[in-house]
């Protein structure tokens, strides 16, 4: 990388460090022939992601939406952002690998659904209802029983176990 000051092609590296949940490495440099020092960012370049909304309109995918939409159906649980945060990084992740460049705002709520369930039971069914739009409360009960009665078996796995 060329010093800003001399133009000099190489320079020495003094400190890296991971940025961004280490999706970026900044260095700071020092010019080997003007001896100024300068700063470096370093990060994978990523394929645009694309939602598609309901109503056909794309738009970027927003990290801190998805985190944001999780954050509002955890309000008052106990839950600590940094868990949010790291369930939001995975639904990226996830999204990613499976190597679209489009996904559904749908896929999106499926992911953050599944998240959430493994988080906190009461934040999911609270996404769960608004995500999902339920129409009459008679689905919204069905979700819910589903929920309870997948608890039940989870807990008689574990008496048995
Ligand atoms: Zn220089």
């Known amino acids: 990388m060329r010093c800003p000051h ?5 320079s020495k590296v003094l400190d890296s460090r991971l940025i961004e949940d280490g999706a970026a490495v900044k260095r700071r440099r020092e010019c080997e022939l003007c001896g100024r020092r300068f700063t470096t960012y370093e990060r994978v370049e990523q394929s645009p992601l694309l939602v598609i909304k309901r109503d056909g309109r794309r738009e ?3 990290r801190q939406k998805v985190l944001g939409g999780m954050v509002k159906a955890c309000e008052k649980r106990s839950i600590p952002l940094d868990v949010l945060n790291e369930a939001a990084i995975a639904v990226e992740k996830e999204l990613r690998e499976r190597s679209k460049e489009e996904v559904a705002s749908s ?3 499926e992911l953050v659904m599944e998240k959430l369930k493994g988080i906190d039971e009461v934040a999911y069914v609270r996404f769960a209802s608004v995500y999902r739009r339920f129409t009459d409360a008679g689905s ?3 979700e819910l029983r589903a929920l309870l009665s997948e608890r039940g078996r989870g ?3 574990s008496e048995k176990g």
């Not at 001399?6 to 190489?10: E, L, Q």
């Open 155 to 157: 807990e008689n796995r």
């Open 107 to 109: 896929e999106i709520g």
């Open 6 to 10: 001399c133009g000099n092609p190489s």
């Open 60 to 62: 970027a995918f927003d």
């Open 140 to 142: 919204f009960m069905d």
